[in-house]
């Protein structure tokens, strides 16, 4: 018998287990379901990158790097962020490169939190924040995002949520599950706030490429803010290298130090193939990036406009490439709508509450898939929502 | 681009009715599109694109290089009409460089494609040479990658 489960920590063994586990078991034994769950985008990465891998591998560049990154990666790193986002960091103590924007989130707030410091978020997020401030034994603080304001974040409900303690304020722009943004506006009384409060600010802004409407402005690129902000961001949504497993972080050289302690013990450093590629995709990927948005954008009117006529209101996701539908009208609770879904017509969707409590009520769909699964989608979800007595 | 023909270059297998609903159109007004599209010549039409290994199967294809002689010919446009009207030719390209035409036929098996050749194109006026290569596989057709064995095997189908 299996009793090692006494060896797991206390604050481990009491982290639930996150929802989208148990329903990816279910969906993986199902033959011929409809996937809208998943969380990657459908290309392969582009060819020119996966070459640049090749290559690597040819060369025999199969070494550790330096903790940091190799020094042509952060340099490429340090432009592209220059050029695109504003700030300008020195790629010798200002970037680390990581393992996937989550290491970088994760050796950010170990390298930060004290025991007992309180950490902003706003929810519905990402499945991560929450579990990685408890496993530094602080204190996630949500902060509720509604759908009638885009899933935006109101400075005003960041004001009421602040609480003595609070240290870090993570955000998210444009926001998985919700594509929600945050315009220049927002940000600015963001970063007035964070600046009275003496927060530091997480950024993540992996999905930032896929903006589809309006600019998108990287909070790190306020007045004030490049001292108390770290950047992050990583190669898998915008260049479809989600197996690369590469991220970084930008910010001030004492957190990034602080950083690179937690990272050169636990990581090392990342795989040198995939830093090679990331390289080619900061040079060379522009192009190919910008043909994945348009199709991105063209699948985002689809499934929102199908949505709203099933009568699942769904507002337009400004980026990012979720629709995040109310399915309140179904008179099922999120948990309950996907799983009778997915018994039902073979359809999957992510409930709402796998990305916290503020996701309760909605449920959502990746349209990173083909128009054909879409339109599949649509029809099913039709009739099952005709077999809801709430719905006759 | 128009929309419609932009849906249908994406090689998604989609009938009318679905293409009508994700332009948001009408299956009706796909139809009137895609005639339209047809009679300015700009559609010529629709076909199935096969795994080149299951054609390999049943028929051959070869591409033909022709070189011509133009004086006192129809000329280059005359003799390419003339070629094109071959029920065996598939494509008929006048190109730079070192032949003029290039043409794609498919027939039964080898010996049909040789006939062709000798007893059609080489008494055709004006055809002065050709040299024919036969395909033996194939790796991309129009624009699907044909070796590729799921590559994506492994992604899970519900992440986060």
Known sequence: MDDSARFVAQHV????????????????????AVSLGIGEPDFITPFHIREAAMTALEKGRTSYTDNRGTLALREEISRYVAGNYGPEYNPEDEILVTVGVSEALDA???????????????????????????L?????IPIRTVSSDQFALDPAALRAAWQPGCKVLVLNFPTNPTGGTANRQKLEEIAKFAIEKDLLVASDEIYSELTFEGDHVSIASLPGMRERTVFLHGFSKAFAMTGFRIGYACGPA???????????????CASIISQEAAVEALKNGRESMLHMRDKYRERRDFIVRRFNELGLPCHLPRGAFYAFPDITSTGLDSMTFASQLLAAQKVAVVPGTAFGAAGAGFCRASFSTSYERIHEAGERIARFLDTLPARK | MNNVLKLLLEGEPLDTAQIGKILNLGAEAVDRELASLRTQGILLGMRAVLNPSYEAERRV??????????????????????ISQFEQVES?????????????????????????????????????????????????????????????????????
């Not at chain 2, 033909?64 to 133009?70: A, F, G, L, M, W």
């Not at chain 2, 003029?100 to 004006?126: C, M, P, Q, S």
């Open chain 2, 61 to 82: 294809r070869a591409v033909i290089e022709i070189k011509i002689r133009t004086e006192g010919t129809g000329g280059f446009d005359g003799i390419a009409e003339r």
């Open chain 1, 254 to 268: 004492g957190v990034i130090d602080g950083m690179l302690k937690i990272h050169q013990y636990g990581i090392m």
């Open chain 2, 92 to 160: 008929c390209f006048l190109m730079s460089g070192g032949y003029d035409l290039l043409v794609v036929v498919t027939a039964d098996n080898l010996y049909k494609v040789a006939g062709f050749v000798h007893e059609r194109l080489a008494r055709i006026e004006g055809v002065q040479g050709t040299s024919t290569h036969f395909f033996l596989r194939a790796y991309k057709k129009d624009g699907f990658v044909v070796t590729d064995e799921g590559t994506r095997r492994d992604q899970p189908s519900v992440s986060p």
């Open chain 1, 108 to 134: 950010l707030l170990r390298a930060t939190l004290n025991p007992g410091d309180k950490v902003l978020y706003h929810e519905p997020c990402y499945v991560s924040y929450a579990p990685s401030v408890t």
């Open chain 1, 136 to 140: 530094c034994h602080a204190t996630p």
């Open chain 1, 13 to 32: 063994a009491s982290l639930p287990k996150s929802g989208i586990r148990d329903f990816f078991a279910i969906v993986s034994k199902m033959k011929d």
